[in-house]
């Protein structure tokens, strides 16, 4: 068992695997989840790590996740809330059920693993729990309520939670991520062609802001961290 594990819950393609790499480079033995654990394999197979299946929105299945990897990998001291899900669509084209699907999976989900971990964290009076936000968490724009909704609530989430559990312990910050990650861009605004290569966020860059996150001295805690590529407006 290894005394320095760190937990992503959404290792899929581009950031969650990004993640997943930085804090094994970091010498940390990391538990790749995702709501499909088979799909994570081959990550945790890359980096010495472990996949697990684990859909956030069923409390019971978070609370599996953490029994395991502490049984299993050791108690983490880094967990990082990643997942999420969004339909894009007008008032007129989603429906009740969408919105509280999107919520279920983008904020309950937050909600369930940020108890889980504290759990784990709070007997060793230490830990880092990071929750990805976007550029939805602070303002809704046409079309995307399922996305600005979860990720409002998600927000205040990590807020409350900092202002309890910094004093105990746990660094809690919450990322701001302003704009679209490379190899998750679904046809944005400006092209690689357009702009040069970087201006896309990359996922190992921010994956990297991520674990400067966790090495931060309790002295100088950062609770929220926006990133955004250099040609994105604010």
Not at 201 to 220: C, F, K, T
């Amino acid at each position: 068992m290894s005394a320095n594990v760190a937990v992503v819950v959404g290792a899929g393609p581009g950031l969650g695997s990004a993640l997943c790499h930085r804090f094994a480079q970091g010498g940390m033995t990391v538990a790749a989840a995702r709501r499909t654990g088979e799909k994570a394999q081959a990550l945790a197979d890359e980096i010495g790590g472990k996949a697990y299946s684990c859909d956030v929105a069923e409390r019971q299945q978070v609370e599996d996740l953490f029994a395991r990897v502490s049984r299993e990998l050791g108690a983490p001291e880094l967990v990082v809330f990643n997942a999420g899900t969004f339909q894009p669509g007008g008032l007129l084209d989603i429906s009740a059920e969408q919105l509280a699907g999107n919520w279920q999976v983008g904020c309950l989900g937050g909600f369930h693993v940020a108890q889980a971990a504290a759990r784990a964290m709070l007997p060793q009076g230490r830990g880092t729990l990071i929750f990805t936000g976007a550029t939805a968490s602070l303002r809704g724009g046409k079309g995307f309520a399922n996305l600005a909704v979860p990720k409002f609530g998600l927000r205040a989430l990590a807020q409350s939670l900092a202002r309890e559990l910094w004093p105990q312990g746990i660094h809690v910050a919450h990322t701001l991520v302003d704009g679209q990650i490379r190899n998750e861009d679904r046809g944005g605004r400006y092209s690689e062609a357009e702009r040069g290569a970087d201006a896309l966020l990359h996922p190992e860059a921010i994956a990297e802001a991520y674990w400067s996150l966790h090495q931060q001295p309790r002295n100088a805690w950062t609770h929220e961290l926006d990133l955004r590529p250099w040609v994105e407006p604010f």
